[in-house]
């Protein structure tokens, strides 16, 4: 993931929109990256589904489920309706203008409705660490009120993977593992090769016998 922050928000839509609910607030340090998860009613399978931006006017589309041919290269935002009721967004490389609210919209049948509202705000870069504690400040991520609930969502940091904690252990093991198996290597080959001789020595003594056999 190298200097970048990946944080997993699973947004769930039950029943209706959250239109009402505060948005989740969350700190993300300047460079980072989200990835977000939002849940649609099936029956809006086919609606256009957008994310937006909050200002005062209103909902401002910064990306939508529509293939837009025409979009720039080197866009930091794309939404996906991976169907199913499932829509991700990903925001990459984040910016301090970054900082405001984001949420998942739906434009169905009934009209256009709010899946779930984030409020992203944007700290100070991180400053200058090592390789190693870079990669481990960019598995942290900070959501300011822990006991926040919403019925229709929910964010997380997106903690790192057992097989990443386990990984020096498991290089351990596996080096271990290889001398152990260079080592039977070793043993089988020298096994073959006192064979080898054991035959040799027979298939001699045998023919050494049978020349002093007639002279005999």
Known sequence: MGPNLLLLLLLTLAGQGSVGSLPE?????????ILVQCHYRLQDVKARKVWCRFLLEG???????????RAPEGTRMFLTDLGGGLLQVEMLTLREEDAGEYGCVVEGAAGP???HRIALEMLPPAPSL??????????????????????????SPLE????????PGKQALQDS????????????LGVVLLLGLLVVAVVLFAVMAKRKGPSA
């Open 25 to 33: 607030v969350l700190q993300v340090p300047v460079g980072g990256s």
């Open 59 to 69: 909902c401002q589309p910064l990306v939508s489920s529509a293939v837009d041919r």
């Open 113 to 115: 409705q709010t899946l």
């Open 130 to 155: 090592k390789e190693e504690e870079v990669e481990k400040t960019s598995k942290t991520g900070v959501l300011v009120d822990k006991h926040f609930s919403d019925p229709v969502g929910s964010a």
């Open 160 to 167: 790192p993977s057992w097989d990443e904690k386990r990984a």
């Open 177 to 188: 593992g290889l001398s152990q198996l260079s080592l039977r290597i070793l043993l089988i």
